[in-house]
C-alpha cells in the first residue's frame, strides 16, 4: 500500500519551484542592499564636496570684498593725485608770473621775493603730498595684484575639487558594480549549496511523518524532538539531530569559506497560553529554549557554533491558522534554514 500511495502521489515539483522563488528574492535583497550602500558612500562624499565648496565660496566673496574696498581706495587716491596735479601746475603757473614780474624789475622786489619764497615752500609740500599719494597708489596695486593671485589659486582648487568629485564619483560607480557583479555570485553559490544540503537531508531523513520541506527551509515538528512542554531534545530526536550534525558537518567542508553563511535554527510553537506555573512563563520563552537546544546538541556533535544561530518565535509565526489539533500540531515545530550571516 505505501508503493501504491508513492506511484499516485507522482513527482512533487514544488520544493524546487519555490528553492527557485527564494533565489530570487535574495537577489533583489541583495541589489537593494547594494544600492543603498552605493546611495550612503556617495551622499558622503557629495556632503564632503559640498561643505568644501561652501567654504571656498565664502572666502571668495571675502576677497571679492576686500578687492572692491581696495579699487575705492585706489580711486580715493587717483583722485587726490589729480587734485594735487592740479594744484601744482597751478603753483607752477604762479611762479612763472611771480619771476616774470620779477625779472621786469619790479620795485615791490622785496614782497615779491617773500611771495615765491612762500609759492615754493606751497609746491614744495604739493610735491611731498604727490608724492604720498603715489607710494599709496603703487601698494594699492601690489595689493590687487596679490588679491587677484589669490582669486586665482581658489578657481584653481575649485577646479581641481570637481575634477576629483567626477573621479569620486566614477569610482563609486565602478565600486557598486563590482559589488553587484561579486555579492550576485556568493548569493548563487549559497542558493546551490543550500538546494544540494536540503537535498542530502531529505535523502538521509526520509519520508518520515514529521519531518517535511516547506520552500527554503526543513522542517521538524515539534514531537519529533521534544516531548510535550519540554525544552530538552529526547533519545528519539537526537538520533535524528545525529544525522543532521553529520550532514552539516560535511557541508562546512563544501562552502567556501570566504561565503558567510549560517544554518538558522528557529523554535515555533501552537497559541495555546503557557500556564505560567512550569519551567516556561510563555510560548516565546519555551520556542528559544527548544532552538537553543537543537543548536548546542550540535555543537556537541562537532557543528562549529560560528555556522549555527538560534531564534524563538512563539506562537507569533503560524503556518496553519486553524485551531483544530492538527492546526496546532502543525505549528508546533523547529525549522532549519540556511542564510547568510
Do not use: C
Request: net charge neutral.
Amino acid at each position: 500500500m505505501a508503493r501504491q500511495r508513492r506511484r499516485e502521489r507522482g513527482i512533487d515539483y514544488w520544493p524546487g519551484f519555490v528553492d527557485a522563488l527564494s533565489t530570487m528574492l535574495l537577489t533583489i535583497i541583495f541589489l537593494l542592499s547594494v544600492f543603498m550602500l552605493a546611495q550612503f558612500f556617495l551622499a558622503r562624499e557629495v556632503s564632503g564636496k559640498d561643505q568644501q565648496l561652501s567654504r571656498l565660496n565664502k572666502q571668495i566673496d571675502e576677497l571679492t570684498q576686500l578687492l572692491a574696498l581696495e579699487r575705492v581706495l585706489k580711486n580715493d587716491a587717483q583722485n587726490n593725485l589729480a587734485s594735487v596735479s592740479a594744484t601744482l601746475d597751478k603753483n607752477i603757473k604762479e611762479k612763472q608770473h611771480l619771476q616774470a614780474l620779477l625779472d621786469a624789475g619790479s620795485n615791490d622786489s622785496a614782497g615779491m621775493d617773500s611771495r615765491l619764497s612762500e609759492s615754493e615752500k606751497a609746491l614744495n609740500a604739493e610735491r611731498d603730498i604727490s608724492a604720498r599719494a603715489a607710494a599709496q597708489i603703487d601698494i594699492l596695486n601690489q595689493q590687487i595684484a596679490a588679491l587677484r593671485r589669490q582669486l586665482a589659486a581658489i578657481e584653481e582648487a575649485l577646479n581641481a575639487s570637481e575634477a576629483r568629485d567626477k573621479e569620486s564619483q566614477a569610482r563609486i560607480a565602478d565600486l557598486g558594480s563590482r559589488l553587484n557583479v561579486a555579492l550576485a555570485q556568493k548569493v548563487q553559490e549559497l542558493a546551490r549549496y543550500s538546494s544540494d544540503f536540503f537535498g542530502r537531508l531529505r535523502q538521509i531523513l526520509g519520508e518520515r511523518p514529521g519531518i517535511r520541506v516547506v520552500g527554503d527551509r526543513f522542517v521538524f515538528e515539534s514531537e519529533v524532538l521534544f516531548d510535550l512542554g519540554q525544552a530538552g531534545v529526547n533519545d528519539a530526536g537526537k538520533a535524528e539531530l545525529d544525522k543532521l550534525a553529520s550532514a552539516i558537518s560535511d557541508l562546512e567542508k563544501e562552502i567556501p569559506p570566504e561565503i558567510p553563511w549560517i544554518l538558522r535554527i528557529d523554535g515555533h510553537t501552537d497559541k495555546k497560553p503557557m500556564l505560567g506555573t512550569g519551567q516556561f512563563k510563555s510560548n516565546w520563552d519555551l520556542s528559544a529554549a527548544r532552538a537553543i537546544s537543537v543548536v548546542q546538541y550540535l555543537v556537541q556533535k562537532g557543528v562549529s557554533p560560528q555556522r549555527l544561530a538560534a531564534a524563538g518565535f512563539g506562537e507569533f509565526q503560524p503556518i496553519d491558522a486553524g485551531d483544530s489539533e492538527e492546526a496546532m500540531r502543525r505549528n508546533r515545530r523547529i525549522e532549519l534554514k540556511l542564510t547568510e550571516r
